[in-house]
């Protein structure tokens, strides 16, 4: 069982940043964040694959977020820069014990464990 902890969402200005943090306990492998919008589908914006060899980012967030790992630690970071108010949403950090596919194809199904979550919000 591997349970998540986010830490590091809040409120900023269009434009600005913000980093959020994900730390685990118990082995995971394959990372990520997930991020879900009032009325709007579930949206992966970043997963990086073992060891960090793979990143994956949608189009809507490339160049703009990074997702990073520090192993040591088994955390896991989504540096998220020139914020615009449609990044508003809850965010979800996801593992799971491997990647089952590209890390491009990867979606929601293919993560067991899943944090609570972490608001974004972004005002213009």
């Known amino acids: 069982q591997v349970q998540l902890e986010e830490s590091g969402g809040g409120s900023v200005q269009a434009g600005g940043s913000l980093r959020i943090s994900c730390a685990a306990s118990g082995y995971s492998s394959c990372r990520g964040w997930f991020r879900q919008a009032p009325g709007k589908e579930r949206e992966g914006v970043a997963v990086i694959s073992p060891g960090g060899l793979s990143t994956y980012y949608p189009a809507s967030v490339k160049g703009r977020f990074t997702i990073s790992q520090d192993n040591a630690k088994n955390t896991v970071f989504l540096q998220m820069n020139s914020l615009k108010p449609e990044d508003t949403a809850i965010y979800y950090c996801?593992?799971?014990?491997?990647?089952?596919?590209?890390?491009?194809?990867?979606?929601?199904?293919?993560?067991?464990?899943w944090g609570q979550g972490t608001q974004v919000t972004v005002s213009s």
């Open positions: 996801v593992a799971n014990g491997y990647c089952g596919a590209p890390v491009f194809a990867l979606t929601s199904a293919d993560f067991d464990y």
